[in-house]
């Protein structure tokens, strides 16, 4: 069972003037179409801890795959009560250094500007250089009521080091061996971000590939970018959520333009959007034609990024820039990224003793313990994002 999402179905459409009803039906088909494809259930292993061969194929054939009921309900109420605690740090408005209690505000000591604020239902990267410039066309911006504040909350990266759950929810095993099951034993840390859609509030994310350093690569074949695991918070739906297009992960670079241009609007065809429930968390393809139109419904969504890579597409490779300044990513700057894993792992441990904790290979033979000394160690390592 799903969220009813009938009401924000139709306030969503009323947004679109005369493409109404074909935002409706868009809406309507694409949630039918998205739950009729599966590619979703609980993670499954087989004997050897390899992911279900099933799953697999899902994964290699849609590009994505919805892990359902990951994350407990316990730990979702963690993870709940953590991403308020940062929300209460946050600036009382974009570019203020307290929040609301008067205290320094979340990331002011931070190097990295991480949070990024955009005002109300826009789209602030459709259309623009930013990311080199990989969201190549700008969609529709509704317009929000007029008690909307001027600018909501909108990304939040390097989160890791901000809230002691997410940091544990990091850690969670199963989504581990799943990353080593795609990634290889040795797998390797991307970037972290967590994704706010209020509703009436939060923005638009164009449609986009994720990747960037490989598209000629001789080597490059479906997974050379890696995948994200977008863990729904509140659960993600038709309107609030990011669509996909299946299959796209496998075509290389996509002209986005020529596709809504030939396509006549920006309802792309074949496109399914992440339809999921709290606790579900999704492998997204990073290759995958995929984006999000601004959340004019009811329902809330949080999505907390993470994702991981092939150590072969990171290593001594110049990075792209993106999330991070450009690098070569040697051994050791890898290394050092891959310290978070250390500390999530041990976060994890104390928070749920009886769970089996993942034993990650690169690490093996380190200590690391999470304690209050952490934190000081871990600011700013999102500078070393691996960001291909
Ligand atoms: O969560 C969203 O709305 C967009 C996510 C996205 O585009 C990404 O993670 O690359």
Known sequence: ??????KSIEACAEHYGESREAMKRYLTEGQAAAIALGNRGPAK??????LDASIREAYSKYGFYVFENTVSDEELQDLKAGIQEMRD???????AKVDAQGRPALSTQCKMPNLNWAKPLTDPLGGTGLLNGRHQVKIFEPKAADSAPEFAPFI??????????????????TLLQIAAAINGEDFAPFHE???????????????HQDGDTHWDSPDFDEDIHGFNFMLQVHGSTAVNGVWVIPGTHKQGRIDI????SKNGSERLPGAV??????????????????????????????????????????????????????AVYTAEFIHNRSRLLGYAIDARKQKYPNETPFNYAPLAGETYVFDENTRANITDYNLQDLSI
């Open 89 to 95: 740090n946050f600036p009382v408005s974009n570019g």
């Open 257 to 260: 333009k020529e596709l809504v």
């Open 273 to 326: 959007p992440l339809v999921c429930n709290p606790g579900d968390v999704v492998m997204c393809n990073r290759q995958l034609v995929h984006g999000s139109f601004a959340n004019t419904g009811f329902e809330t969504r949080v999505t907390v990024n993470f994702g991981f890579h092939r150590r072969a597409s990171v290593l001594d490779v110049m990075g792209a820039g993106m999330h991070s300044a450009a």
């Open 156 to 173: 939040l990266t390097g989160h890791l080091q901000f809230s002691d759950a997410t940091l544990r929810a990091y850690a969670n095993p």
């Open 193 to 207: 971000s967590v994704f706010f859609k209020d509703p009436g509030l939060g923005a638009a994310v164009s449609w």
């Open 1 to 6: 069972m799903f969220q009813d999402i009938t």
């Open 45 to 50: 292993f087989d004997d050897n801890g390899k």
